[in-house]
């Protein structure tokens, strides 16, 4: 089955640093959706990306979708304490489903 | 935006007993929702797709008759955790929406059981 693996597994940052993670998937991805979960919370959607090599920001996030539609990336500048949670990528297993799978996600602290 | 209301949000269960799980769609109709376990520091695992007026889809490994999910209206999912037992304590999470504009998530279910 449809395998999403995330590196690295944890960062920590100190408070303006930037910070990257990047999600792979097994499979072909009609789009992929990022979550940012905080600690003792639930997963609140931030992004969707459907076309190859899409890129798309919000404020200090860029989002990106790689060409093959199999990886994509978020990458935070000048990270505040305020991005600490953990980022997890997630896409449909095939074309014909709504249903997401998530990748193993990224924990980022950050330090003050 | 699009509200998805859980209940309760941490319940303790005796072993052996079932706990129910509510999850409601606020502001919009779900003819489908998904439900999520997630393990400490782990990612969320799908454990089913449930559709209004018709039976759960679960995923390869979840055993149907263990969790017990009902959507009898287009707003309200529910998740039965039948007989529980301590492995079963886990983070539950519901989820709607629709791919092109993303999914909401209920606030989670804590369940323990002892």
């Known amino acids: 089955g449809q395998q999403v693996m995330q590196i690295p597994q944890y960062q920590h940052v100190q408070e303006g640093e930037d910070f990257t993670t990047y999600c792979n998937s097994s499979t072909t991805l009609s789009n992929i959706q990022w979550y940012k979960q905080r600690p003792g919370g639930h997963p609140v959607f931030l992004i969707q990306l459907v076309k190859s090599g899409e890129v798309k920001k919000q404020k200090r996030l860029t989002f990106q979708f790689g060409e093959a539609k199999k990886n994509s990336s978020l990458h935070i500048t000048a990270t505040q304490t305020t991005d600490v949670g953990t980022y997890f990528c997630?896409?449909?297993?095939?074309?014909?489903?709504?249903?997401?799978?998530f990748g193993t996600g990224t924990r980022l602290q950050v330090f003050p | 935006g699009a509200v998805v209301s859980q209940h309760p949000s941490w319940v303790i269960c005796k072993s052996g007993t079932s706990v129910k799980i509510e999850c409601r769609s606020l502001?919009?109709?779900?003819?489908?929702m998904f439900w999520y376990r997630q393990f400490p520091k782990q990612s969320l695992m799908l454990m089913a797709t449930s559709n209004e007026g018709s039976k759960a889809t679960y995923e390869q490994g979840v055993e149907k008759d263990k969790f017990l999910i009902n959507h009898a209206s287009l707003t309200l999912s529910t998740l039965t955790v039948t007989s529980a037992h301590p492995e079963d304590s886990s983070f539950y999470i519901c989820s709607a929406g629709h791919w092109s504009y993303g999914y909401t998530f209920g606030s989670g279910t804590r369940l323990t059981v002892v």
């Open positions: 997630a896409g449909p297993p095939n074309y014909n489903t709504d249903k997401l799978i």
């Open positions: 502001d919009f109709q779900a003819t489908t």
